[in-house]
Nanobody, 119 residues
C-alpha cells in the first residue's frame, strides 16, 4: 500500500490549493479515504473523509464550506480542494486509509505535504 500526496505549497490568505493523494497497492474503490493535518505543537486532526463510493463525506467544523473532498476511482486518487485559506490552515496534510489484510485492519499514511498560508 502506498499513498503519495502532492499539491502543497505557500499561498496567501484567501487563496486556494488542491491537494492530491495517489493511492496504490489496494482496491482503492473499496475503501474510505481521509485527509488529516498536523500543525506544529498540535495534535493531528481529521480534516475530511469520503466513503468508498464517493457519496458520503465528512468535514471538520473548521473547514466546512471552504474545503471539498472528492475521489476519482479511475485514477486511484483522492483530492482536497481548499478555498478561502486561512493562516490557521497551515499544517502538514496527510492522506490516510485503513486496509483489511488477512482479517486485520492496518493503518496507512502518506508522507504528507506542507501547506503554508501566509502573507
Amino acid at each position: 500500500v502506498q499513498l503519495v500526496e502532492s499539491g502543497g505549497g505557500l499561498v496567501q490568505p484567501g487563496g486556494s490549493l488542491r491537494l492530491s493523494c495517489a493511492a496504490s497497492g489496494f482496491p482503492f474503490s473499496s475503501y474510505a479515504m481521509s485527509w488529516y493535518r498536523q500543525a506544529p505543537g498540535k495534535e493531528r486532526e481529521l480534516v475530511a473523509a469520503i466513503g468508498s463510493a464517493g457519496i458520503r463525506t465528512k468535514y471538520a467544523d473548521s473547514v466546512k464550506g471552504r474545503f471539498t473532498i472528492s475521489r476519482d476511482s479511475a485514477k486511484n486518487t483522492v483530492y482536497l480542494q481548499m478555498n478561502s485559506l486561512k493562516p490557521e490552515d497551515t499544517a502538514v496534510y496527510h492522506c490516510y486509509t485503513d486496509v483489511w489484510i488477512g482479517g486485520s485492519p492496518y493503518d496507512y499514511w502518506g508522507q504528507g505535504t506542507q501547506v503554508t498560508v501566509s502573507s
